[in-house]
């Protein structure tokens, strides 16, 4: 057999370490673990040409996992770290992951204004609309009436809608995907990280120990209908009128706004120097 | 982006042989993690019940590649092959799996992915006109059909857990 021939799974496999995933067995997770290696065997970018970020979290677990440069940071401030990376060394590419709850609670801060920055990097967020590695407090896209032993009757507040926020905030890509189809997932990641400005990728990701009512996800998913869009109000509106529809809900024909040259790529330690002199 | 494909209509020798081929090696890496995972949350008879039964799938990815021999494949992205599921057929679903899972479920996980896998193969050869094309997905129907039974067979002997097989007094902690 010719040699170059390259199943895409096995292909996919030549970028995982031998950490072994601590994930519960049938986490959603895993699906996402499995469309990123395929995504990064579809590109076929070297494993040094690519960081992962991370926070705090289950899905936060994930850069261990990939060969690539890693970065497991503190809780909710993967996105500034990725920023300040992605400044520094505009010829890596960044790509941050973690979930809901360390992603729009305690970075929803940085989630926010890494919208608005619009730097060159892409966000995968496994949403499972849970705490899972806390014991099952409610996150910031939990349902307000999803009750819980942490929360009795549920959080009684509006969910966090991550892709009307990203839209509303400025990001140049939005797609949401789901972990069980993994095939469709690494397509999105692979547009997504060629996409330039700041890319969301929100995963439907379920948590078959604290949320076991969501592995009925899989019956509600589907393509949305119309996508994608380069209408930010318009992509909203169809977004959130089905949360269950995934593909690229967006996509801006602009350019990022961040794109200056960064002092220290250019390896000019000196100028660097200069700017910051006080 | 693509939308879900179905089973291609026309079909090369070639591009069979890379869906072939690709069925029976994601089954092997899937059994894989599996017991990995399995491994990790201290099920070790299931966790050696999926290692035997990615080895099972390697063997038969062997057999594929040595009948590829010198062709040439189409190298396919993830989301070109013309599958009905998510997924490659016989590829064990992430979310069957549960830390408490016996080999009951193990095996009714194995069962299922060769049926799809030989429904797969079987909708291959209703497809195609090829004659040899035809007889090739044929008989990887029926191997599918032969693997399928005797899953069955291990099943018939390995009995069904009690009802409550997933309670756990002992809840689930972080894994830290």
């Not at chain 1, 996800?217 to 930010?232: L, T, V």
């Not at chain 1, 992509?235 to 220290?264: E, H, K, L, Q």
């Not at chain 2, 094309?133 to 029926?142: S, Y």
Request: include cysteine; proline fraction near 8%; glycine fraction near 6%.
């Amino acid at each position: 057999m010719n040699a170059d021939v390259l199943v895409a799974a096995s292909a996919a496999k030549q970028f995982r370490t031998a950490v072994k995933p601590i994930w519960c067995p049938g986490c959603g997770d895993f699906g996402v673990l499995a469309a990123i290696e395929r995504a990064f065997a579809v590109m076929a970018m070297p494993p040094e040409q690519i960081a992962l970020i991370s926070g705090i979290g289950c899905s936060s677990r994930l850069p261990a996992y990939l060969t690539p440069y890693g970065f497991h940071g503190v809780h909710g401030r993967a996105l500034p770290f990725a920023t300040g990376l992605k400044l520094a060394r505009p010829d890596l590419e960044v790509i941050v992951v973690g979930g809901d709850g360390d992603g729009y609670s305690i970075g929803g801060n940085h989630f926010l204004h890494a919208c608005r920055r619009n730097t060159d990097i892409t966000y995968i967020v496994m949403d499972n609309r849970v705490f899972g590695m806390t014991k099952g407090q409610p996150s910031p896209t939990t349902e307000p009436d999803w009750g819980s032993p942490m929360a009795p009757g549920g959080p009684d507040m509006p969910s966090f809608d991550p892709v009307a926020i990203a839209l509303a905030a400025g990001a140049n890509f939005i797609a949401r995907g789901f972990s069980g189809d993994p095939n469709r997932l690494a397509e999105m990641i692979v547009e997504a990280v060629r996409w330039p400005g700041f890319a969301l990728v929100e995963v439907l990701s379920p948590c078959v120990t604290f949320r076991p009512d969501e592995t009925e996800w899989k019956h509600a998913i589907h393509p949305g209908a119309g996508f994608p869009f380069d209408d930010r109000s318009r992509a909203a509106a169809a977004a959130a009128r089905d949360p269950f529809a995934t593909g690229i809900v967006f996509r801006s024909a602009s350019r990022p706004r961040s794109r200056r040259a960064s002092p220290v790529a250019s390896g000019d330690l000196a100028a660097v120097e200069k700017e910051f002199a006080v | 982006m693509s939308a879900r494909r179905s089973v291609a209509p026309k079909w090369t020798l070639e591009r069979f042989l890379a869906h072939a081929l690709a069925i029976e090696e994601e089954a092997a890496l899937r059994y894989r993690e599996l017991a990995l995972q399995l491994e990790v949350h201290h099920n070790e008879p299931v966790s050696h019940l999926f290692t035997d039964l990615a080895a099972e799938e390697a063997r038969h990815a062997e057999r594929i590649r040595r009948l590829v021999g010198t062709r040439r494949l189409p190298v396919l992205k993830p989301w070109e092959y013309r599958w009905k599921e998510p997924e490659s057929p016989e590829a064990a679903p992430y979310d069957a799996a549960h830390y408490r899972m016996t080999a009951h479920h193990a095996l009714r996980m194995a069962l299922a992915a060769e049926q799809r896998a030989e429904r797969f193969f079987a909708a291959v050869a209703r497809q195609t006109s090829d004659r040899k094309l035809k007889a090739l997905a044929k008989e990887f129907a029926t191997e599918e059909l032969s693997h399928a039974a005797s899953v069955t067979a291990a099943l018939e002997k390995t009995p069904a857990p009690p009802a409550n097989w997933a309670a756990d007094f002992d809840r689930p902690i972080a894994q830290d």
